[in-house]
């Protein structure tokens, strides 16, 4: 199993472009997530999915958007990027709410 | 909203010793309390959950407590070495929130082991 995979793991980004981040799982699991972290803060949620079809979202979902049209893939999508959303992202998975596996993480930059 | 805090941000210690780590948060009706570790530049890896139920949690030289009146979760590290450097975050998740998974985490201890 390959866990959790996230890409590209470092992007730059100018602002008011586009990008999406992708998120793959590979273990089956129902949930998913997308957390931001910035420098010396806790890491917080974007937007969840509790399964294919449904997603909610979590404590700072502007300026983010998501889908998930199957149980492996939950991309995030930046529509107009801002250097705000300057940050580490990471994608997790879980079955149900118990324990959360997460990825590498891509690194992101708005200048 | 759930408060989480982890003192001290940071922590040296020569190897060897054993140490405590601690999260304390603010609303005590939690589903659970996970902490996690993180490696520069890395993701997080799950080290310990402990259920609303449970008192404490061991895997290996960790064991994790939970005291859900006074909102405090301590992880203890036996013997530690330089691989334990890393940066450690706990999390809770609320039983509160109908269909929400999410997790509230702390800012984290920025652990040092020194040779």
């Known amino acids: 199993n390959a866990g959790v995979t996230q890409t590209p793991k470092f992007r730059i980004l100018k602002i008011g472009q586009s990008m999406t981040l992708q998120c793959t799982q590979d273990?089956?699991?129902?949930?998913m997530y997308w957390y931001r972290q910035d420098p010396g803060m806790g890491l917080k949620l974007i937007y969840y999915?509790?399964?294919?079809?449904?997603?909610d979202k979590g404590e700072v979902p502007n300026g983010y958007n998501v889908s998930r049209s199957t149980t492996e893939d939950f991309p995030l999508r930046l529509e107009l990027a801002a250097p705000s959303q300057t940050s580490v992202y990471f994608c997790a998975s879980s079955y149900a709410g118990e324990t959360q596996y997460f990825g590498p993480g891509t690194r992101l930059l708005v200048l | 909203k759930q408060e989480v805090t982890q003192i001290p941000a940071a922590l040296s210690v020569p190897e060897g010793e054993n140490l405590v780590l601690n999260c304390s948060f603010t609303d005590s009706a939690i589903y659970n309390l996970q902490w996690f570790r993180q490696d520069p530049g890395k993701g997080l890896t799950s080290l310990l959950l402990?259920?609303?139920?449970?008192r404490e949690q061991t895997s290996g030289r960790l064991n994790a407590s939970l005291d859900k009146s006074s909102g405090r979760s301590t992880l203890y590290i036996a013997a530690s070495q330089p691989g334990d450097s890393a940066t450690y975050l706990c999390a809770v998740r609320l039983t509160s929130q109908t269909g929400a998974n999410n997790l509230f985490f702390g800012t984290g201890t920025r652990l040092t082991v020194i040779p």
């Open positions: 402990i259920q609303s139920s449970q």
């Open positions: 999915s509790v399964g294919a079809g449904i997603t």
């Open positions: 273990m089956n699991h129902n949930y």
